[in-house]
């Protein structure tokens, strides 16, 4: 076996491409995927918004995905020092890593609210836990969940969580320790591991909650939802928050992609190998929606709900439902996997920048990243209680009213995000040398015409949009 020179010192690769396309898959399919998509898709109406946003997945995020893989696998090293690389392969201006330090930048300042919001997951884990606990004690473990308590109550526990700084705080303290204890350990022995270990055990829970929900709730009518489109709801904000949604869920423009490709061994086929993850990805998300909807459309509530759909809408319909209890407690340990295997491809994105570029060892690296995303995670998480007021960007209209956490999201997801995938499309589709990138992705002379055809073209233009559209909300007539 050949060692790859990664300049990561030693052994750090993928030992396979499926361990490659396991820990991509487990980087891509996370909160984006079990929570942002059903509250997208729902709030927007259901099906116009999901057909439009499969397009944006094969037409924009397909090519920025190969791009990502194709920059680290012919760089090697983490994101910077990978696209410096291939600008000196291309004879280009070195100034392009540039857009890799804004990347490792926007993933550490996700990762920070990520696992905040990993972190109510874990809370819930622990409810459900309890209470299925507490239901085997009683001799009944196939009841529904919660038994007695009120929508109001289900509804408030949310409002208590926020309101304890305390309880926010060890939550997100246990989520991020466990990210930053895989990503220490390093690629092959950590990330490896996990996303070996963690995501045949995910696919296994999807399906099976899937079939419940299949079974016990309205599946026909979450498909009719879900599929059918109502053009009339494709807004232009509604188009804007599906195509943000699909460069979020196939984790680009913040350097991961680019970060695990650097681990990829020679040979492997890069084409392919983007399209089973954009699949995986995309497969989840609609997964996703037909495991939640059936549920939530048999108890009769409403898809609309907004964030709040996963953590008080559902747990109320786990109540009336057979088994709610054992399944609620299922459901949210597999958000809690899918969000811990999509964390750890984000805070290596700063770990190996910090190998790579200031020479720093892999433990310090991680430890320092992993403790600066933390401490911005309690400024976040504070900002629900303590620090309510504060509205860090306040002086910017788009942020004016806008909290800690909503904040970073906001401007990472609107700013960083197609910043990222602006400067990829622009240098793959205009800038890299053709011969290197026609050698490196063995793509067939026509899908290689494509795959730079929509790089060159429509990616730069629809990102664009988002981008301004994003910061001049009212050119869409929103406010
Ligand atoms: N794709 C992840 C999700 O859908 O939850 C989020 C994410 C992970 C974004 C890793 C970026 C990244 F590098």
């Known amino acids: 076996m050949v060692a790859i020179s990664n300049g990561q010192g030693g052994e750090q690769g993928w030992s396979s491409r499926s361990a490659f396309i396991l820990a991509a898959i487990g980087a891509a399919v996370g909160l984006g995927n079990l929570w942002r998509f059903p509250t997208l898709a729902g709030e927007s109406g259901g099906g116009a918004f999901v057909i439009f946003y499969i397009g944006c997945v094969f037409l924009l995020g397909l090519p920025l995905l190969l791009a990502e893989i194709f920059i680290g696998r012919a760089g090697q090293t983490d994101a910077v020092g990978s696209i410096r690389r291939v600008a000196e392969q291309s004879r280009v201006s070195k100034r392009w890593s540039l857009f890799g330090g804004l990347g490792a930048l926007a993933a550490f300042l996700i990762v920070s609210f990520y696992s905040v919001v990993a972190g109510w997951v874990l809370y819930y884990a622990g409810v459900f836990a309890a209470d299925f606990g507490s239901a085997v004690l009683a001799g009944d473990p196939f009841r529904g969940a919660l038994a007695g308590e009120s929508q109001e109550q289900i509804a408030g526990r949310m409002g208590n969580l926020f309101a304890d700084p305390m309880l926010l705080l060890s939550m997100h303290f246990l989520f991020m320790g466990a990210t930053l204890f895989i990503v220490a350990r390093g690629v092959s022995g950590g990330i490896e591991k996990a996303a070996t270990w963690l995501m045949p055990g995910f696919f296994v829970l999807l399906i099976g909650i899937t079939i419940y929900g299949a079974i016990v709730g309205d599946v026909g009518e979450a498909a009719a939802f879900l599929f059918t489109p109502d053009w009339s709801k494709l807004t232009p904000e509604v188009m804007n928050s599906a195509l943000g949604q699909a460069l979020f869920s196939l984790s680009l423009g913040v350097a991961g992609i680019i970060t695990y490709g650097s681990y990829i061994r020679e040979g492997t086929k890069l084409g392919s190998t983007a399209a089973a993850i954009a699949f995986a990805d995309t497969g989840v998300a609609l997964i996703a929606g037909l495991m939640i909807f059936p549920i939530v459309f048999a108890v009769g509530l409403d898809p609309a709900a907004g964030p709040t759909l996963v953590f008080q809408t559902l747990p109320f319909a786990f109540e009336s439902m057979p088994a709610g209890s054992l399944i609620g407690l299922l459901f949210f340990v597999l958000i809690l996997v899918a969000a811990v295997t999509s964390s750890i491809s984000l805070l290596e994105v700063p770990t190996a920048w910090g190998v790579g570029e200031l020479g720093w060892s892999r433990t310090t690296s991680a430890l320092v990243f992993g403790a600066g995303a933390f401490a911005i995670g309690v400024l976040c998480l504070l900002g629900y209680n303590v620090l309510s007021d504060v509205r860090p960007l306040g002086f910017w209209s788009i942020f004016a009213e806008t909290d800690i956490l909503d904040t970073v999201d906001g401007f990472t997801g609107k ?34 015409t494509l795959w730079r055809f929509l790089l060159a073209w429509l990616c730069p233009i629809a990102v664009t949009i988002i981008l301004v559209t994003g910061l001049f909300p009212s050119l869409l007539g929103a406010e």
């Open 415 to 448: 700013i960083m995000l197609p910043l990222g995938a602006l400067f990829t499309s622009l240098f793959i589709g205009w800038r890299a040398d053709r011969r290197l990138l026609e050698t490196t992705t063995g793509l067939s002379r026509g899908m290689f």
